[in-house]
């Protein structure tokens, strides 16, 4: 009889919800009955969020990696695949929060010096001292980067370039803005600023032309108060052809159309070889500059050997 009772009142508190339903159970014994709701009882109502070891990813910053992988201006653009040409600027766009390195050597005995045992006696050049410049470069945000670049004579240029248009099926061109500030003895006398923009056109995967205006302020190295020209306007004109899959000829020349425009204009060309994210060129220039300043002050007669190495880190 008080079995049947015990039983009955457990059933009742099932019905109206005061005892959990783990108890609803067909009942052998309702000792054990009791003992089941008694823990039932005493379990913690929510166990809460599963806590994160150390080597599991955080959902957030998975997506934040998927998105970035998807990021098109992290693949390898067969037509521009580098930020320069030589020395111009290209339109190829820099992924936002990634960054890029490259180093310039030009080297300082002219290459019709002497005879061709001579020249090779210097190793065609490379055993002479060098203009040398090193650069990084950082995606600030999506089609906007900066970079910096100092030379081993102390000079330091600063860059800011920004893609306003890029060329797709409806439009034929990509376009770039940039701004540009440099400065001798690290970046502490004679200021050059400049502002320009560079416009380029590929075709398919296997080249791409580039016309770039662009003007420079205080190219002059005599005093302002001395000289009729303290700026210069140059139309920057460039090529890069794609050899075979993965060697590049390339050209290129900064014509000073106005202003300050001493001796000859600055020309380049060379051969280049892409590896992964890196790029080797050699090339052949008839001056030393690699900023914006020192190619508005001209080339020589004379030829010299040089390289640039760079190196995408993505």
């Known amino acids: 009889m008080k079995s049947f009772v015990s039983t009955s009142a457990l059933a009742l508190a099932v019905a109206l919800g005061v005892a959990p339903l783990a108890v609803a159970a067909p009942l052998n014994d309702p000792k054990?009955?009791?003992?089941?709701?008694?823990?039932?009882a005493?379990?913690?109502?929510?166990?809460?969020?599963?806590?994160?070891?150390p080597g599991d990813a955080d959902p957030v910053d998975a997506v934040a990696d998927a998105e970035q992988d998807d990021d098109p201006d992290t693949d390898v653009n067969r037509a521009q695949p580098d930020f320069t040409i030589v020395g111009l600027p290209t339109t190829l766009r820099l992924a936002r929060h990634k960054s890029a390195f490259r180093m310039t050597h030009r080297f300082g005995r002219p290459l019709g010096e002497g005879s061709l045992t001579n020249l090779a006696e210097d190793f065609f050049g490379f055993d002479s001292g060098a203009n040398i410049g090193f650069e990084y470069r950082y995606g600030l945000f999506k089609s906007t980067q900066i970079a910096v670049h100092r030379t081993n004579n102390r000079t330091i240029q600063f860059l800011l370039q920004r893609q306003v248009k890029g060329q797709d099926d409806t439009f034929p061109l990509s376009i770039d803005v940039f701004g540009s500030a440099e400065g001798t003895n690290n970046f502490r006398d004679s200021y050059s600023p400049g502002l320009g923009v560079v416009v380029s056109r590929e075709f398919t995967d296997r080249a791409a032309v580039y016309a770039q205006p662009f003007w420079v302020n205080n190219t002059n190295p005599l005093p302002g108060e001395l000289v009729d020209d303290n700026n210069s306007v140059m139309l920057g004109l460039g090529a890069r052809v794609r050899l075979t899959a993965s060697v590049y000829g390339v050209f290129e020349v900064t014509p000073r159309v106005n202003g300050f425009d001493p001796g000859?204009?600055?020309?380049?060309?060379?051969?280049?070889?892409?590896?992964?994210?890196h790029n080797f060129q050699i090339n052949f220039s008839n001056a030393f500059g690699t900023t914006f300043g020192q190619m508005a002050r001209g080339g020589t007669d004379d030829w010299y050997i040089g390289f640039n190495l760079s190196r995408k880190f993505y």
């Open 42 to 53: 005493t379990a913690p109502a929510d166990a809460g969020p599963a806590e994160t070891g």
């Open 32 to 40: 054990d009955a009791l003992k089941k709701t008694d823990s039932a």
């Open 264 to 277: 000859n204009h600055q020309m380049s060309f060379g051969i280049e070889k892409r590896a992964g994210g």
